[in-house]
């Protein structure tokens, strides 16, 4: 081990403060206050639908240190969508379980959810200086719908009746901007959620983590590594996390005796770390490149709509590490949110739109923190008594399978808006099938392209309709009744069928997995958000029906 800091391999371009175009006070429809993940997914999503942003970011470019790492299987749907997944599965690390140690037993070895018919992978591991500069630059590919502004900070917040004021500070000048609509995506020390007196809800936890990025060199796989009262560091608890150029992420936890300040000192860093990788068979040399410590928060806001003011990803609710929900719930935000937001803007639904995106937000934060807050107590036990109960389940968890789930921070996952007030109410049963509420299940299809087909997936069909709801028609044949096609000249959707056969245009079942996967048969039709979740579904259906569906949903009003 070196004693100094090596800096990632990544060196961050550093840009200029941003400038107002033209002098005065400036309107713009929406107006976006943070340049890290959630912001960026928030502009492009917008931009998918041709609403223009401006961006503000109080740095000078994409972050530095280790933050978020983890990305999901849904989190990478979404950024398909956005333009930008390319990058992601070109660095990413692609991962699909891990292992859990007691002291120097192996006592879980879990597998997420993964078969032949998924596109993507469950996770994949990413630095998050990477994951911002991949969406930074499919940002940039777009510059007359999204203005980035940096080293532009917001210093007050004024609420209007039809919008809010911004005063903002560059290093050279302070001006305002009138926005039609205010998104704070300015991470946990919000300015936007303070300016507002605005206060996050929930619990923080005594438990500390130090978190410590090196470099490291080995063959090791691609995996999640959790060790309970190791060897190497008894009484604690450690994760292992292997990130692309050979940057490895260490979380261990503190004893309740030990200085916050003193325990980031390489010095008293550098001795653990060795200790974990000779207990791991870690040879290679290594060097620090971030050395910082972290506290598990479980924390939101009651509501994410504040009249022209919507907060989303860690401005709206800060989840505990464990389980990878927080840049992952903050993506899930601002695909929610975009879409919604864009069809304000264009006048095709009014307001109250938003007032959902709160609804489901909250209440998927709701059930991020309760995982979340699951996990944290397991992790690092807030009390006597969970401590005895980690003791013992660690302890009998080598030879009775049936305790090792409670081991497992349960990963991320779609969260269902079972209770959402978008959802078509059900009238046919279904004995399979995504119920409205719930995101599409991936599997293959052969798409139509150039007179043709092509291979492809469910996913797919919903990232090729620029922002429109679509329609998934189940047919013999691939025809689609005019009735249902005609809609789309009023409305906002794109009605795709889904062929037994792949004679007639349209998508083909080729695998004939689809049919059943839906509980479909000839005159099924899922009704599909712009986010991927379902709005509706009937087994023969009528025009009418999903004309309903969408008008009661405000879709193609303007009030």
């Known amino acids: 081990m070196s004693d100094t ?4 391999p990544h060196v961050p371009k550093v840009y200029p403060p941003g400038k107002p175009a033209g002098a005065g006070t400036q309107h713009v429809p929406v107006l976006i206050v943070g340049g890290g993940p959630v912001g960026l997914a928030t502009a492009l999503g917008l931009a998918r639908h041709g609403v223009r942003s401006v961006l503000i970011e109080a740095d000078d470019g994409v972050c530095t240190g280790s933050r978020a790492i983890c990305i999901s299987r849904r989190s990478l749907e979404i950024i398909a969508r956005l333009g930008a997944l390319e990058g992601f599965l070109a660095k990413g690390l692609p991962w699909a379980g891990g292992r859990s140690f007691y002291r120097d037993e192996e006592v879980l070895h879990f597998t997420m959810p993964q078969d032949a018919n998924q596109k993507l992978p469950p996770m994949v591991n990413l630095a998050q200086y990477h994951i911002e500069q991949f969406l930074l630059d499919a940002a940039e590919r777009q510059p007359e719908l999204i203005d980035i502004r940096w080293q532009t900070r917001v210093t007050g917040v004024e609420q209007r009746a039809d919008g809010a004021t911004v005063t903002v500070a560059t290093p050279d000048e302070t001006y305002k901007i009138e926005a039609d609509w205010l998104v704070a995506a300015d991470g946990g020390r919000s300015a936007v959620r303070e300016a507002l007196g605005l206060k996050l ?12 990025d090196i470099h490291l060199k080995s063959e090791r796989p691609t995996e999640r590594l959790a060790y309970f009262d190791p060897p190497s560091n008894p009484g604690s608890t450690v994760l ?12 261990y936890q503190l004893r309740d ?6 325990a980031v000192l390489l010095e008293n860093v550098a001795p653990r770390v060795d200790s974990l990788l000779a207990m791991m068979g870690e040879t290679a040399p290594w060097h620090p490149v971030w050395i910082t410590i972290y506290k598990a928060n479980a924390l939101t806001l009651e509501k994410y709509r504040h009249g022209p003011v919507l907060f989303a990803g860690d401005a709206a609710h800060l989840v505990p590490i464990f389980g990878v929900r927080g840049a992952n719930s903050g993506i899930d935000d601002a695909d929610n949110l975009a879409w919604k937001l864009a069809y304000v803007v264009k006048g095709q639904a009014p307001q109250a739109l938003l007032d959902s995106y709160s609804d489901e937000r909250v209440f998927a934060a709701r059930e991020n923190l309760r995982h979340g807050t699951k996990s944290t107590e397991f992790m690092a036990p807030p009390t006597f008594a969970f401590e005895l109960m980690r003791t013992a389940v660690l302890g009998l968890a080598g030879k009775h399978a049936h305790v090792r789930s409670l081991i497992n ?13 978008l959802n078509a109410p059900e009238a046919d049963v279904f004995t399979a099938g995504p119920a409205p509420g719930t995101v599409l299940p991936e599997c293959p299809l052969a798409l139509p392209h150039n007179g043709g087909q092509k291979a492809g997936y469910i996913t797919d069909l919903v990232n090729r309709t620029d922002g429109n709801f679509t329609g998934l028609y189940f047919s013999d044949d691939g025809a689609v009744p005019a009735e249902l096609l005609t809609l789309g000249d009023t409305l906002p959707l794109t009605t795709v069928a889904i062929a037994r056969s792949g004679t007639q245009g349209g998508a083909w079942d080729h695998t004939a997995l ?13 009704l599909v958000r712009p986010d991927g979740h379902v709005l509706g579904r009937w087994r023969q259906v009528q025009a009418g029906q999903v004309a309903q569906a969408l008008a009661a949903a405000g879709i193609g009003q303007s009030k």
Do not use: M, N
């Not at 809800?201 to 410590?212: A, D, L, P």
């Not at 921070?409 to 007030?421: E, K, M, N």
């Not at 689809?514 to 899922?526: E, K, R």
């Open 240 to 251: 292992v996390h292997k990130q692309p150029d050979d940057i490895w992420r260490i979380d």
């Open 5 to 8: 800091f090596h800096p990632y």
């Open 201 to 212: 809800q929930g619990t923080s936890y005594e438990g500390r983590y130090v978190i410590v």
């Open 409 to 421: 921070p349960r990963q991320t996952s779609a969260i269902a808006y079972a209770q959402s007030p």
């Open 257 to 262: 005796d030990e200085d916050a300040q003193a």
């Open 514 to 526: 689809v049919f059943s996967l839906f509980d479909a048969q000839p005159g099924t039709f899922y």
